[in-house]
């Protein structure tokens, strides 16, 4: 992923069949959104990224929850 591309929000409870609170997910990030900025991270390898949202809300998501915009299940 790179600034620029849309994405959408998946959390863990959604990637795993296994987990056991699903029905729990209280996330009000299902539209999609624009990644704008990467946020650097010393001292870890994971990426971050800030998200422009469709409702206009930006917030700071680990690459690990978000997955490109049509690529989704």
Partial sequence: MKVGDLVIYVPKS???DKYKWKKKSTTK???PGILIEEIVNKGTTSRMFSVRW?????TDEWSAFLIPYGEEK
């Fill in 29 to 31: 990030l299902t539209a």
């Fill in 54 to 58: 469709h409702s206009g809300i930006v």
């Fill in 14 to 16: 959604r990637m795993s």
